[in-house]
């Protein structure tokens, strides 16, 4: 499967004339592990909430299989981990409702993470920024997903804990042919867990 | 010296509802102490969940009401109580959260950062620090959810340091920050420190720490397990705690290897 940017091009309704997002081309295809890396406020974020169907382009196309993102219903095959974990959650639900709210969870999954029962029953304002990500990314990880968008994934585990999240997630992409699109401000991070690495010079140019 | 922060033996308890009217206590924090001095940067690194969040909230008297606070907070040498919080904090003492929900969404970036004051030094002010971070004032016209989540980190900055703030508490500043702009975060702590503020800055970032930290105490489940100095920890005197070693090698640039199989079991 391919997932494809088209000369995306985005711009928020009242911000003025300045596209936040101006004519980017992408293809990441399954099984494939591409690193994205580019100062802050250039539009790596929205780049992903495009390409995740999260809004929609004013020019261009975010393409799965030649299908526009936004026009898949139910479980989205292309899942968007978002940078903030306390935003990815509603804070009036126990996390075990969150967890399970896209469908069923893998007990591996939920045992590989490190997810201990006792997080499931606390509200999202009762858990750490690191625990809260890791039940967002047992969510994303449902059966029909075929891309994981990682945006700042890791940034706010600690470092032994980033290292167990990727080795799970680099595993379950191999064993799944998952297509990771990872960014990053991490450099030596991105060099350990892709196999390419895109400056954002080299996707505008 | 007296210290500007000092910790000693806090413990955070959270009391919580289960069925009917039985109540469970959590303990989130156990037996902490630490101290920073003026001039200094103390780091504070450790695993996600192991309370260091929870710490600057204790600092600030911002936990949530269930919560139960025990051991001694001392500012300048005198208890920090709530009473005695609320005169300085937001000035002298202020908090870099960690969330970017902590901005108004409702408010402009500008208004936000003079916190509606509107005579002109005060504009000026900010008009100064947003471009010491590399926010033209442009920014000062956006709202929160126009911002990049670099840049909403850099306006939660922004808003700490338009007063001279003595302590700076910064709970994880610098995710989604490139590592340039990173660097010139922290360095500008760093230059706080050295005109006598104390910085206390949490973070997982520990090259980042380490590149501007006096001291780097290690958390682990509520307690403090390490406490070192970044001159050592860089020197080869290698790291004292097995946990802070698990640290050093699992960073990306030094191995990137899981913690090994005794440890395993320590962390559990």
């Known amino acids: ?205 | 010296m007296e210290p500007i922060l000092n910790v000693a033996h806090l413990s955070v308890t959270f009391s919580r509802y289960g069925r009917g009217f039985s109540r469970t206590k959590l303990s989130a924090i156990e037996d902490l102490s630490l101290t920073v001095d003026p001039g200094q940067v103390a780091a504070v690194v450790g695993s996600s969940g192991s309370g260091k969040s929870l710490l600057a909230h204790a600092i600030f008297h911002i936990l949530p009401p269930n919560s139960r606070v025990e051991g001694t907070l001392l500012y300048d040498g005198a208890p920090l109580t709530a009473h005695r919080a609320a005169e300085p904090r937001g000035r002298e003492l202020v908090l870099i959260p960690q969330g970017v929900t902590y901005l108004d969404p409702m408010m402009k970036v500008g208004p936000q950062v003079c916190r509606g004051r509107r005579d002109p030094a005060v504009r000026a002010r900010c008009r100064e620090v947003l471009k010491r971070y590399g926010l033209g004032p442009d920014v000062e016209d956006l709202y929160p959810f126009q911002l990049s989540g670099g840049m909403a980190r850099r306006v939660l900055i922004a808003c700490a340091v338009m007063e001279r703030p003595r302590l700076i508490v910064a709970d994880e500043p610098t995710p989604g920050l490139d590592a340039r702009t990173a660097q010139r975060v922290v360095g500008h702590f760093r230059e706080l420190a050295d005109r006598g503020a104390g910085v206390l800055l949490i973070t997982h970032d520990l090259p980042l720490a380490l590149s501007v930290a006096d001291k780097i105490v290690v958390m682990h489940a509520g307690q403090t397990v390490d406490e070192i100095s970044a001159d050592q920890l860089q020197s080869g005197y290698g790291p004292s705690h097995p946990y802070t070693r698990a640290l050093w090698r699992a960073m990306p640039q030094n191995g990137f290897a899981p913690p090994s199989g005794d440890l395993e079991e320590w962390l559990t």
């Open chain 1, 1 to 205: 499967m391919t997932l494809e940017a088209k000369n995306l091009t985005f711009r928020y309704p009242h911000g003025g004339s300045a596209p936040v997002l101006d004519g980017v081309s992408l293809t990441l295809r399954s099984g494939e592990r591409l690193g994205l890396s580019a100062p802050s406020g250039r539009g790596k974020t929205t780049l992903c909430k495009l390409l995740a169907g999260w809004e929609k382009p004013a020019s261009g196309q975010a393409l799965l299989e030649g299908v526009p993102v936004s026009q898949y219903r139910g479980f989205c095959p292309v899942q968007l981990l978002w940078q903030h974990p306390e935003e990815g959650v509603d804070p009036l639900r126990t996390l075990r409702s969150t967890l399970y709210e896209a469908g069923p969870v893998d007990r591996r999954v939920i045992e590989g993470l490190g997810i201990q029962d006792s997080w499931l029953e606390r509200y999202p304002a009762e858990l750490s920024g690191g625990e809260l990500q890791r039940v967002s990314v047992a969510r994303a990880l449902g059966p029909e997903l075929r891309f994981l968008l990682c945006d700042e994934a890791s940034a706010m585990l600690d470092l032994i804990t980033q290292v167990r999240l990727w080795r799970f997630l680099l595993a379950q992409a191999e064993e799944r042919e998952l297509g990771l699109l990872v960014v990053s401000h991490d450099i030596c991070l991105l060099e350990q867990i892709c196999a390419r690495v895109l400056t954002w010079e080299e996707l505008t140019a």
